[in-house]
């Protein structure tokens, strides 16, 4: 193996692949780094990966990727302790080509990315944990790795190393993050029949379904639940911000059992066996949380950059774009011979008048938000719920008086004007 | 809530010491977790909110010290940023050791 190399990869997920990916495909000498027995068994995700952004690094990837199922139905149920108020989508144009997004198994989605970035020529080492860049003259000019003789040296070094992003921290690009910046998610794999799947998700054959859960799904702490389809098993789980779980004194795995036996979930999930139980945690301060992104020969990218966008539970797409930003910059500062903190400038510029920045951007405020006036969680699902329950029994009271009735149910003139308030926040923070 | 020795549920995979049954660990023999001041936990701490959010049960307050079950570790990061004392050095387990997911 070279001691040196063009360029230095740090985590095999979907940023550090799609970046090695694009930099071994340009003729770039790089090396991939990933500290686990192989790429994807450290990594953690709900599950739903969006074709545009993958797409744009290897075309047609879903007719050779493991890919699960393409989700032809996203559901959004507000839940109260013994009923919820659904919403969904579903549409035909979502089961044929290109397809919107898919479900995914991270451990086995990972494998074949990694597989892909070798076929173009990156060196993955794995079972490696980088402890350190090492830094010379200001400039990042390598790293240093828990191997024996474990410097290896490169012209850039591209941190794609996850949420907790120790190698920007140790760069002094972010501080240490506060619990009300991160979302401590659990998981479950639960082994269903494929068939069976099918029936209760309303789905054909190989189609499927997301159902995102807000409310009591998470006790009214701010956060979210999930049940995603996959071939022949179910993703469930739930998130919500690790201050809250401190501020409720709630074990994350007794949520998880919570959301697995509340009625509107279990019919869902009988009979399917768990196979595995997983935690991690999700960046979700946004835009106020990015680290410094650029320094001297170093890039951030994906979690360890905290681009992922919480409201649309959206994080991977982020990750592979930052990914190959990242690389196209690389590309054109190895031309110039230039890897100083203002020629890798470009990628920053890129990733944030991109896609990327102005989602970031747009929900700068809505996770501080939603942390900072439980009431949405706590009181307006509830209330949606007891005005449906209303308007929907049929008991011989006339409609009109149920409309009186929902509206005293809301409370005296100033919780009205409070719970107007709120909307209109809500609108201005997510507009 | 949960007994030690009974597994409180119905359903396979309910209590957290079945969930993790559920994994595989390829543990180190040294732990990737340390509790700095363990003077800290037994004076400063009262909640000791670490065994309660921790996913995977890893912390357990033994009577005046704090038993940190690395094998069982996630490597999460949420005790090194949810603990009140900034009092968890926290690393990542050596190259190919620690957790292994195998689907998810």
């Known amino acids: 193996m070279p001691e040196k190399f063009d360029a230095i990869v740090v985590g095999a997920g979907p940023a550090g692949t799609a970046c090695a990916y694009e930099l071994a495909k340009a003729g770039v000498n790089v090396i991939l780094i990933e500290r686990g027995e192989y790429p994807g068994s450290k990594n953690v995700m709900g599950g739903v990966l969006y074709r545009k952004m993958m797409e744009e690094i290897v075309p047609d990837f879903h007719k050779e990727a493991p890919i699960e199922r393409p989700i032809v139905e996203q559901r959004f149920m507000m839940m109260d302790k013994t009923s919820a108020v659904t919403f969904s989508y579903k549409g035909m144009e979502w089961a044929e080509e290109p397809y919107n997004n898919f479900t995914v198994l991270r451990a086995k989605f990972d494998q074949w990315f990694a597989a892909k970035a070798v076929e173009q020529g990156a060196l993955l080492l794995n079972e490696t944990v980088v402890l350190e860049c090492i830094v010379e003259d200001g400039k990042v000019v390598g790293v240093r790795t828990d191997r024996p003789d474990g410097e290896l040296r490169a012209d850039v070094v591209v941190l794609a190393d996850g949420v907790n992003s120790l190698l920007a921290k140790q760069l002094g690009f972010h501080k240490e993050f506060r619990p009300d910046e991160v979302a401590l998610a659990t998981m479950e794999i639960l082994k269903l029949d494929k068939k069976i799947i099918e029936d209760r998700f309303n789905l054909e054959e190989g189609q499927g379904c997301t159902i995102e859960l807000f409310g009591d799904a998470t006790k009214g702490i701010l956060g979210t639940g999930f049940l995603y389809t996959n071939k022949d098993t179910l993703s469930i789980g739930v998130g919500t911000l690790l201050s809250g779980l401190i501020k409720h004194k709630i ?3 007794e949520l998880m059992e919570y959301v697995k036996k509340h009625p509107m979930i279990r019919p869902y999930i009988q009979g399917a066996e768990a196979q595995e139980y997983l935690a991690h945690l999700i960046p979700e301060g946004g835009y106020r949380s990015m680290p410094k992104v650029v320094g001297a020969g170093v890039l951030v990218a994906g979690d360890a950059a905290q681009l992922v966008n919480a409201i649309h539970r959206e994080g991977s797409n982020m990750a592979m774009t930052s990914g190959r930003l990242a ?4 590309v054109a500062a190895r031309e110039r011979g230039d890897f100083s903190e203002a020629a890798l400038d470009d990628y920053r510029k890129k990733l944030m008048s991109g896609f990327v920045g102005q989602d970031l951007k747009k929900y700068k405020d809505a996770t501080h938000h939603f942390d900072k006036f439980p009431q949405y969680f706590e009181q307006y699902i509830p209330m949606m719920n007891r005005a449906a329950s209303q308007m929907l029994t049929v008991d011989g009271m006339p409609k009109r008086e149920k409309q009186r009735k929902i509206w005293r149910d809301i409370g005296p003139a100033k919780e009205k004007i409070k719970m107007a308030r709120d909307l209109y926040r809500a609108w201005r923070v997510m507009k | 809530m949960m007994g030690e020795t009974q597994p409180a549920a119905s359903a396979k995979g309910a209590s957290i010491e079945e969930k993790q049954y559920l994994l595989r660990f390829n543990a180190d023999t040294q732990s990737h977790l340390h509790v700095m001041d363990t003077e800290v936990c037994l004076t400063s701490c009262p ?28 490597e999460c990061g949420s005790c090194r940023i949810g603990c009140p004392h900034q009092n968890i050095k926290w690393v990542y387990p050596k190259g190919g050791h620690g957790i292994v997911f195998r689907l998810g």
């Open chain 2, 47 to 74: 909640d000791k909110i670490c065994t309660v959010f921790c996913p995977a049960e890893v912390y357990k307050w033994e009577e005046v010290r704090m038993h940190v079950g690395y094998e069982g570790c996630h």
């Open chain 1, 251 to 253: 074990k994350p795995y």
């Open chain 1, 327 to 330: 690389a196209e910059t690389i």
